[in-house]
Nanobody
Framework: QVQLVESGGGLVQPGGSLRLSCAAS????????MGWYREAVGKQRELVAD????????NYADSVKGRFTISRDNTKNTVYLQMNSLKPEDTAVYYC?????????????WGQGTQVTVSS
């Protein structure tokens, strides 16, 4: 199985920055994709960004392009989300997502979520 531990959320003023981290642990044979989703109050969970562990290709939601950057450290099975120029509409619970093959077989794994609040 795969466990995901997220960190880095918090309260920030508009225009500020935060960096989220998500470390995957367990008996992991391979990771194909690592990503971040968010869920705001009253809205559906949406993809923010993801990154391929094979070739480094990235994918971003239009609303965060140019402001957020996703990166990974394959040696640590960790994915990061650098969030700059934050806006109130970025306020949400951010969830780490990993698609991996572990001792339990292939799976789609989720972190517990970390709150990001952008407010003055």
């Amino acid at each position: 199985q795969v466990q995901l531990v997220e960190s880095g959320g918090g309260l920030v003023q508009p225009g500020g920055s935060l960096r989220l981290s998500c470390a995957a642990s367990g008996t992991i044979f391979s990771i194909s994709i690592m990503g971040w989703y968010r869920e705001a109050v009253g809205k559906q969970r949406e993809l923010v960004a993801d990154i391929s562990n094979h070739n480094g290709n990235t994918n971003y939601a239009d609303s965060v392009k140019g402001r957020f950057t996703i990166s990974r450290d394959n040696t640590k099975n960790t994915v990061y989300l650098q969030m700059n120029s934050l806006k109130p509409e970025d306020t949400a619970v951010y969830y780490c997502n990993v698609v991996a093959v572990s001792s339990g077989g292939p799976g789609d794994y989720w972190g517990q979520g970390t709150q990001v609040t952008v407010s003055s």
